[in-house]
Nanobody, 117 residues
Framework: QVQLVESGGGLVQPGGSLRLSCAAS????????MAWYRQAPGKERKLVAL???????NYPDSVKGRFTISRDNAKNTVYLQMNSLKPEDTAVYYC???????????WGQGTQVTVSS
């Protein structure tokens, strides 16, 4: 069973920065794609960053140049560095693991990010 635990959310002013972390249990982290999604109230969950097994990253235009995803396979942890935050970045941020071997995805419990003055 895979468990994902996010941390690092909070309240930040516009233009500020936050770094989210997601620690994974189990032994499949290094052979899984990792991603961050977010969901604002009343809206659907959307991808904000993806990092593959080989380190390839992908971002939607809404966060490109401001957000950076990285992973540390030795620590079973994926990070999301968020800079130049805007009020529209306010959402619950979820960590996601996709295992190609198991053909299964797993979600963390989410962490709230609020960007407000």
């Amino acid at each position: 069973q895979v468990q994902l635990v996010e941390s690092g959310g909070g309240l930040v002013q516009p233009g500020g920065s936050l770094r989210l972390s997601c620690a994974a249990s189990g032994s499949i982290f290094s052979i899984s794609d990792m991603a961050w999604y977010r969901q604002a109230p009343g809206k659907e969950r959307k991808l904000v960053a993806l990092i593959t097994i080989i380190g390839t990253t992908n971002y939607p235009d809404s966060v490109k140049g401001r957000f950076t995803i990285s992973r540390d396979n030795a620590k079973n942890t994926v990070y999301l560095q968020m800079n130049s935050l805007k009020p529209e970045d306010t959402a619950v941020y979820y960590c996601n693991l996709w295992s190609h071997n198991l053909r299964a995805g797993y979600w963390g419990q989410g962490t709230q990010v609020t960007v407000s003055s």
